[in-house]
């Protein structure tokens, strides 16, 4: 889903219509491409950094002549030409799932279109949501078999998820890196100067360095992008200007290295030596990634423009010149970036260069919060607070807690390594594992989403991991050598993943197997049995469907309950997005005397749910309209006893967009001029001083009221006065607090990831009532032991 641009076409003339909507298109995506100068491509624009120096490591170091230097630099170019430019900006940008990108959006295009999410309460309406449907429907033979093999061996699909996993966790592990490279790499052109600046000196300085930048983060991706955009254009014209003196200056002849003759040569010459510096290579094409992942929070042709225009010209100029400069200064490789600048324009472009060092973390972490927001929507990531930074453009956000974990990481593989070639070992595995597994899952794509050929996605996956097999394994040379950083960080995230989404899944499936009978429900009659007050209670459970279980203790231990009863289920879709006009499927669970409804409030992956105060008013308003709804269709009319009969129906959550009710909103947001209600006044007084001391909690107060139609069936009457008056009453949210424990039966494996594993997770993340912004005056919890 793209930003909206405010732009409201003119109604005359028409024929000016069009072209004025597309020179509207055309501004507002070169701004995007220039908001994406300080986003997406700060990690790209600084590999020219540290790719040389890293290269001309180890043993390679004795093969320094121009022959050499000249394929090193052929090899950058088509590697920036053949995966950047041609794999994602001319393929895999046009695979977008409503306009995000990345592995989890990939992996949800799959999931529609085949049985391969594990996410148990999937429901048969989720797929008429308007962002559910992509592309045609039918399939060809040979992709229709292999799509119904993956769906019927549950370890293929498991298989696939810890695979997507895995490549989430390399992102994650990008955002740990790419700080401590850059800006360590940036600091060490100190060591040019003519003071003598120590190790420990230029060390505490990237760590002050990267403190701010994490600092910084809370500001949000929009504020930063403008702040930091200026820095990446003045830092390309910079990397522009001295790699193009120096082509000029030192040896013009290197513009011949373009051809792929010199990539032979160099590996005849080079042999495994040379294969083992692609590690160093395939620095020049670290950041690539977040081209696609921070397809969000841009479009497809800003980013298109963005690099096609200004990014890679530029880089290409940049490594030539820096190529054209160490075949004729052999002895500069070690630091070849700063070597390579004019004296004269030194101090300027170190201390642009160190600025863009920090803009170019700023990509993968920005990725990082976004592909973190994705895992625990679709149940694989333990609960976070995801905070909305912007008002205007949806999508932008911050993690508070991955971003002081990612902070607290990075300072120490900073302080850890001190060196930017074993950090750049660890970097360069991590890049490759990610585009290694996005070419993997792509090709799933051309068959599943796209429906071509086979053979079209076999030849596309066969062609890209041709490339990147080579370079993979160039850097698992690399893994004692630091390598073995994002392996050991990946393991750890998939183990937590991998145990939040096994342990979610394993209490849902109790919930299902021990939900309430509605025999046993219709056998209490209306009143439960016990004694209906007036109020609404909001029961929150995962189960879609059914009672669950923990509604039993209520009535068996609790004397009363509220008149109206809602179970509400807060479920997340494998879509990017849910508009409001289909986020709440409203149904009933006993007959009309039994005043007990259902909700299920639906999110994409990519939604914010916001704490707006306006989520009890929705509420109100789509049950009644469901009311309304569900007395003008026949079929529910005509016999009571199929109004409870599991259907449901898609209600708008839009304030103001029924006619069932009447709304009007007070001016005071205070206590003073709520409505007034049942609730005694020692209660009345222990919510005003808990909004006086938390004013950010207050809710919007609305006034719901019957309209004067005397048309209105009188049971229908009935029924919404009792929902008003419920409404009026207070509302009050219930939740079970769950202790999840394995059977006593269970294997050890099984006892150690529920008892240790996903019970320590669940006791250290947030709480539930946090996650949905519950306030929690209105909270009642009750205990429940779940054995899985």
């Given at each position: 889903?793209?930003p909206?641009?405010?732009?409201?076409?003119?109604?005359?003339?028409?024929?000016r219509?069009?072209?004025?909507?597309?020179?509207?298109n055309?501004s507002?995506?070169?701004?995007?491409?220039?908001?994406?100068f300080?986003?997406?491509?700060?990690?790209?624009?600084?590999?020219p950094?540290?790719?040389?120096s890293?290269?001309?490591?180890?043993?390679?170091q004795?093969?320094?002549?121009?022959?050499?230097?000249?394929?090193?630099?052929?090899?950058?170019?088509?590697?920036?030409?053949?995966?950047?430019?041609?794999?994602?900006?001319?393929?895999?940008?046009?695979?977008d799932?409503?306009g995000?990108?990345?592995?989890?959006?990939?992996y949800?295009?799959?999931?529609r279109?085949?049985k391969f999410?594990?996410?148990p309460n999937?429901?048969?309406?989720?797929?008429?949501?308007s962002?559910?449907?992509?592309?045609?429907?039918?399939?060809?033979?040979?992709?229709?078999?292999?799509?119904?093999?993956l769906?019927?061996?549950?370890?293929l699909r498991t298989?696939?998820?810890?695979?997507?996993?895995?490549?989430?966790?390399m992102?994650?592990g990008?955002?740990?890196?790419?700080?401590?490279?850059?800006v360590?790499?940036?600091v060490?052109?100190?060591?040019?100067?003519?003071?003598?600046?120590?190790?420990?000196?230029?060390?505490?300085?990237?760590c002050?360095?990267?403190?701010?930048?994490?600092?910084l983060?809370?500001?949000?991706?929009?504020?930063?992008?403008f702040?930091?955009?200026?820095i990446?254009?003045?830092?390309?014209?910079?990397?522009?200007?001295?790699?193009?003196?120096?082509?000029?200056?030192w040896?013009?002849?290197?513009?011949?290295a373009v051809?792929?003759?010199?990539?032979?040569?160099?590996?005849?010459?080079?042999?495994?030596?040379g294969?083992?510096?692609?590690?160093?290579?395939?620095?020049?094409v670290?950041?690539?990634?977040?081209?696609?992942?921070?397809?969000?929070?841009?479009?497809?042709?800003?980013?298109?423009?963005?690099?096609?225009?200004?990014?890679?010209p530029?880089?290409?100029?940049?490594?030539?010149?820096?190529?054209?400069?160490l075949?004729?200064?052999l002895?500069?490789?070690p630091n070849?970036?700063?070597?390579?600048?004019?004296?004269?324009?030194?101090?300027?472009v170190?201390?642009?260069?160190?600025?863009?060092?920090?803009?170019?973390?700023?990509?993968?972490?920005?990725a990082?919060?976004?592909?973190?927001?994705?895992?625990?929507?679709l149940?694989?990531?333990?609960?976070?607070k995801?905070?909305h930074?912007s008002?205007?453009?949806?999508?932008?956000?911050?993690?508070?807690e991955?971003?002081?974990?990612?902070?607290?990481?990075?300072?120490?593989?900073?302080?850890?390594?001190q060196d930017?070639?074993?950090i750049?070992?660890?970097?360069?595995l991590?890049?490759m594992?990610?585009?290694?597994?996005?070419?993997f899952?792509?090709?799933?794509?051309?068959?599943?989403?796209?429906?071509?050929?086979?053979?079209?996605?076999?030849?596309?996956?066969?062609?890209?991991?041709?490339?990147?097999g080579?370079?993979l394994?160039?850097?698992?040379?690399?893994?004692?050598?630091?390598?073995?950083?994002?392996?050991?960080?990946s393991?750890i995230?998939?183990?937590?993943?991998?145990i939040?989404h096994?342990g979610?899944?394993k209490?849902?499936?109790?919930?299902?197997?021990?939900?309430?009978?509605?025999k046993?429900?219709l056998g209490?009659?209306p009143?439960?049995?016990?004694?209906?007050?007036p109020?609404?209670g909001?029961i929150?459970?995962?189960?879609?469907?059914?009672?669950?279980a923990?509604f039993?203790?209520?009535?068996?231990?609790?004397p009363?309950f509220?008149?109206?009863?809602v179970?509400?289920?807060?479920k997340?879709?494998?879509?990017?997005?849910?508009?409001?006009?289909e986020?709440?499927l409203?149904?009933?669970?006993?007959?009309?005397p039994?005043?007990?409804?259902?909700c299920?409030?639906?999110y994409?992956?990519?939604?914010?749910?916001r704490?707006?105060?306006?989520?009890?008013?929705?509420?109100?308003q789509?049950?009644a309209?469901f009311?309304?709804?569900?007395?003008?269709?026949?079929?529910?009319?005509?016999?009571?006893?199929?109004s409870?009969?599991?259907?449901m129906?898609?209600i708008?959550?839009?304030?103001?967009?029924?006619t069932?009710?009447i709304?009007?909103?007070?001016?005071?947001?205070?206590?003073?001029?709520?409505?007034?209600?049942s609730?005694?006044?020692?209660?009345q007084?222990?919510?005003?001083?808990?909004?006086?001391?938390?004013?950010?909690?207050?809710?919007?107060?609305?006034?719901?009221?019957?309209?004067s139609?005397?048309?209105?069936?009188?049971?229908?009457?009935?029924?919404?006065?009792?929902?008003?008056?419920?409404?009026?009453?207070?509302?009050?949210?219930?939740?079970?607090?769950?202790?999840?424990?394995?059977?006593?039966?269970?294997?050890?494996?099984?006892?150690?990831?529920i008892?240790?594993?996903?019970?320590?997770?669940?006791k250290?993340?947030?709480?539930?009532?946090v996650?949905?912004?519950?306030?929690?005056?209105?909270?009642?919890?009750?205990?429940?032991?779940?054995?899985v």
């Open positions: 889903m793209e909206e641009s405010g732009f409201s076409p003119p109604r005359n003339p028409p024929l219509q069009l072209p004025l909507l597309s020179w509207v055309l507002r995506n070169l701004v995007l491409a220039y908001q994406s300080g986003v997406v491509y700060g990690d790209l624009s600084t590999s950094l540290y790719v040389f890293s290269t001309f490591t180890g043993k390679l004795k093969y320094r002549n121009e022959e050499v230097i000249f394929g090193a630099f052929s090899l950058i170019f088509w590697t920036l030409t053949l995966l950047p430019l041609l794999k994602y900006v001319g393929i895999l940008l046009g695979a799932d409503n995000e990108g990345g592995v989890f959006a990939l949800s295009l799959l999931c279109h085949g999410s594990l996410l999937q429901q048969a309406a989720d797929e008429e949501l962002t559910y449907k992509y592309g045609p429907s039918t399939d060809g033979v040979l992709s229709s078999s292999l799509k119904r093999f769906e019927k061996h549950k370890k298989a696939l998820l810890i695979v997507v996993l895995f490549g989430a966790c992102v994650i990008d955002g740990v890196l790419t700080p401590a490279i850059s360590l790499s940036a060490s052109g100190l060591r040019v100067t003519e003071q003598k600046w120590h190790n420990g000196e230029l060390l505490l300085i990237a002050v360095i990267l403190v701010g930048l994490f600092a983060q809370h500001c949000g991706t929009h504020k930063v992008a702040m930091f955009a200026p990446v254009i003045i830092w390309l014209v910079s990397m522009f200007s001295v790699g193009l003196y120096n082509i000029i200056c040896n013009p002849s290197i513009i011949h051809s792929p003759h010199y990539i032979i040569k160099f590996f005849k010459e080079t042999g495994i030596d294969w083992i510096s692609l590690g160093g290579i395939l620095l020049s670290t950041g690539t990634e977040a081209m696609f992942a921070d397809l969000g929070h841009f479009t497809a042709l800003s980013i298109r423009l963005a690099f096609t225009i200004v990014i890679y530029c880089l290409v100029i940049q490594y030539m010149g820096q190529a054209a400069f075949s004729k200064n002895g500069s490789i070849s970036f700063f070597d390579s600048i004019p004296d004269s324009v030194f101090w300027p170190f201390v642009i260069a160190t600025l863009a060092a920090i803009v170019g973390s700023q990509a993968v972490i920005t990082t919060f976004s592909i973190i927001k994705q895992c625990h929507a149940g694989c990531f333990p609960r976070v995801v905070v930074t008002k205007h453009i949806y999508g932008q956000i911050y993690i508070p991955i971003n002081w974990i990612l902070m607290i990481l990075t300072l120490a593989i900073t302080i850890g390594f930017t070639t074993l750049g070992n660890a970097y360069g991590a890049c594992t990610v585009m290694f597994i996005t070419t899952l792509m090709a799933l794509v051309i068959v599943f989403v796209w429906q071509k050929s086979v053979l079209l996605a076999a030849t596309f996956l066969l062609f890209f991991w041709t490339i990147e080579v370079y394994s160039a850097a698992f040379t690399k893994v004692p050598q630091g390598g073995w950083v994002p392996l050991v960080l393991f995230f998939v183990i937590v993943m991998f939040w096994y979610t899944r209490k849902y499936n109790f919930d299902l197997h021990n939900k309430v009978s509605l046993w429900l209490l009659g009143s439960l049995g016990i004694v209906r007050v109020g609404i909001l929150y459970s995962e189960l879609a469907t059914g009672v669950p923990i039993s203790h209520f009535v068996t231990n609790l009363a509220h008149k109206v009863l179970f509400v289920c807060v997340s879709v494998p879509v990017p997005y849910v508009s409001p006009q986020r709440f409203i149904g009933r669970v006993c007959p009309r039994y005043r007990m409804y259902r299920i409030v639906r994409g992956y990519k939604d914010i749910q704490d707006d105060g306006d989520f009890e008013n929705q509420l109100i789509s049950i309209e009311i309304q709804m569900e007395a003008g269709e026949s079929q529910y009319s005509s016999s009571e006893a199929s409870y009969d599991g259907r129906a898609v708008s959550t839009t304030l103001n967009s029924s069932s009710l709304v009007s909103e007070l001016e005071d947001f205070g206590v003073s001029n709520s409505i007034q209600s609730k005694s006044l020692t209660l007084s222990l919510r005003s001083i808990y909004e006086d001391e938390n004013p950010q909690i207050r809710r919007r107060v609305v006034r719901f009221q019957l309209p139609s005397p048309a209105m069936d009188p049971a229908v009457r009935e029924e919404l006065m009792d929902l008003i008056q419920a409404k009026e009453a207070g509302v009050a949210y219930i939740m079970g607090h769950s202790y999840v424990k394995a059977r006593k039966s269970s294997s050890f494996l099984k006892k150690l990831a008892d240790i594993g996903y019970s320590f997770l669940r250290n993340c947030r709480g539930p009532a996650a949905l912004n519950i306030p929690h005056i209105s909270l009642i919890e009750v205990g429940m032991i779940y054995y």
